[in-house]
């Protein structure tokens, strides 16, 4: 089994047993992308057609506003799962874009392929249920803390619960990712380094 696969599985693994059978046809159900660095995998008014799985790389989800500022939501690297929620089960536009900030592989399940897999091995609404909830739980999470939180203290809590991603985006990115101006975000940097 090769790498990104090995990786998949593992990550199913957390939550769900499979028999080499079950591994093997989830495995089928699955299509490699690749996405250069600075390419979108998603753009604002597309149908989101996969839920992605990062075998490789880091990938930034955002909006943009009136102004045309981006609002960073997430950022995804390898053993992460990314895409629009939204989009996929409804099959409606997406509000987001998608984009590498560095060459990614990803595995993808489309929608027709979801389906199927809750056929055949009906165990992965399981998994795709804790999936939901955690992204869900996340949410709320990173809602509470951008209104309860001041900026640095959103820094200091992405900093320890990301350090790997920390230093593979730019400020700019964690700017639009904290909700400040990449100005600020540099102050706010020096200033916790000190510390």
Known sequence: ??????????????????TELEKQKYISLLTEIKVKKKAYLIQAGEITKYEYFITKGCLKVYTLDDDGAPHI?????????????????????????????????????SRA?????FQEIPKFEKFYRI??????ISYIRRSNHSISLTAEERYIVFKKKYPKIVNRITQKDLAG????????MSKIISKVNRM
Not at 131 to 136: D, E, H, K, P, V
Not at 177 to 184: N, Q, R, V
Request: charged residues 20%; aromatic residues 14%.
């Open 73 to 109: 939501s997430m950022f995804a690297v390898e053993d992460c799962w990314t895409g629009d929620m939204a989009s996929f089960i409804t099959k409606q536009p997406s509000r987001y874009f998608i984009k590498a900030t560095e060459d990614s592989e990803l595995l993808g399940i």
């Open 1 to 18: 089994m090769e790498y990104s696969h090995k990786l998949i599985i593992n990550n199913v693994n957390r939550f769900i047993d499979l």
């Open 113 to 117: 392929n979801y389906e199927l897999l």
């Open 177 to 184: 990712y904290i909700g400040i101006t990449p100005e600020f």
């Open 131 to 136: 999936l939901y909830q955690r992204s869900l």
